[in-house]
């Protein structure tokens, strides 16, 4: 009996992960700067080595490309300040259910009709409306940004700097 309890045990043990059901890519790392993995501040050359040569089409400069990750896609771009190429990841985004922040936020987190909730401020750009809080992570600037539908989170974005501003 034993012998059979051990079989399944090693059996799950190998099968679980490999279904997506448990294992290290189930739970996300919480991080202001990574969304599994792929992090803000990544040099666009390393991102090419670890994705190869097609994972995005570079135009002047400028890289934009989504990213399949455990979970999800994770999308990036390197534009900065007033709209320019920069050497480095600037922007990642997701709508997935694959991120958790440290402050315990994840898509679908009700948030309350408040101004102001967990350092989070509520801002409005047109029909834009969102959340941001401005955090610092080993003398790096990033701006968290929740996209929110009716009360709750339907996205993620983090930006390496607090004012990269397309236009001005």
């Given at each position: 009996?034993?012998?059979?309890?051990?079989a399944?045990?090693?059996?799950?043990?190998?099968?679980?992960?490999?279904?997506?059901?448990?294992?290290?890519?189930?739970?996300?790392?919480?991080?202001?700067?990574?969304i599994?993995?792929?992090?803000?501040?990544?040099?666009?050359?390393?991102?090419?080595?670890?994705?190869?040569?097609?994972?995005?089409?570079?135009?002047?400069?400028?890289?934009?490309?989504?990213?399949?990750?455990?979970?999800?896609?994770?999308?990036?771009?390197?534009?900065?300040?007033?709209?320019r190429?920069?050497?480095?990841?600037?922007?990642?985004?997701?709508?997935?259910?694959?991120?958790?922040?440290?402050?315990?936020?994840?898509?679908?987190?009700?948030?309350?009709?408040?101004?102001?909730?967990?350092?989070?401020?509520?801002?409005?750009?047109?029909?834009?409306k969102?959340?941001?809080?401005?955090?610092?992570?080993?003398?790096?600037?990033?701006?968290?940004?929740?996209?929110?539908?009716k009360?709750?989170?339907?996205?993620?974005?983090?930006?390496?700097?607090?004012?990269?501003?397309?236009?001005?």
């Amino acid at each position: 009996m034993k012998f059979i309890a051990s079989a399944v045990v090693a059996w799950l043990a190998l099968v679980l992960p490999v279904a997506g059901i448990a294992g290290p890519e189930a739970t996300p790392k919480p991080s202001w700067t990574c969304i599994r993995g792929v992090c803000v501040g990544t040099t666009v050359a390393a991102m090419y080595e670890r994705y190869g040569p097609d994972w995005a089409t570079p135009y002047d400069g400028a890289v934009s490309a989504g990213i399949a990750v455990p979970g999800g896609r994770v999308y990036v771009t390197n534009v900065g300040d007033l709209c320019r190429a920069t050497g480095r990841i600037t922007t990642i985004s997701t709508s997935d259910p694959i991120v958790r922040l440290p402050d315990g936020v994840l898509i679908g987190t009700k948030i309350p009709s408040a101004p102001k909730w967990r350092g989070y401020t509520r801002f409005t750009h047109g029909d834009f409306k969102a959340w941001r809080k401005h955090i610092s992570v080993k003398a790096a600037k990033v701006e968290v940004r929740l996209e929110t539908l009716k009360g709750r989170v339907t996205g993620v974005r983090l930006t390496l700097g607090w004012n990269l501003r397309c236009g001005g």
